[in-house]
């Protein structure tokens, strides 16, 4: 019985400890920081939209730029495909960088 009573126990720990795992996972990268990448990465690709490369490799800038992977940028997006709210609120910050940039003249 005691046996059965540490399995169960055991059992429950790694559980909540995978789930701890799991919902701090895509958390190294923010809303600001999404929205960011996203906006700057939309722009390289019309920038050079004649190179794969140069578009690949704008991007990779743009990701060190930030401190982060693609694997959590792409889990954050991911993450958002789960709430219209977010979405909502998410394209709605890209938008207002957007034109931030266009109005400081940083892109034409």
Request: glycine share 2%; with cysteine; hydrophobic share 35%.
């Amino acid at each position: 019985m005691k046996r059965a009573n540490v399995s169960r126990k055991l059992t429950l720990f790694f559980l909540t400890a995978a789930l701890l795992i799991i919902s701090n996972c895509g958390g190294s990268i923010d809303e600001d920081k999404a929205v960011k990448i996203y906006v700057e990465s939309a722009i390289a690709e019309e920038q050079f939209s004649y190179s794969a490369d140069s578009v690949k490799s704008r991007k990779g800038k743009i990701l060190k730029k930030y401190q982060t992977t693609r694997q959590d940028y792409e889990a954050y997006l991911k993450n958002l495909e789960y709430d219209e709210e977010k979405w909502a609120s998410f394209f709605k910050r890209a938008d207002e960088y957007l034109t931030d940039l266009k109005k400081s003249e940083a892109i034409k």
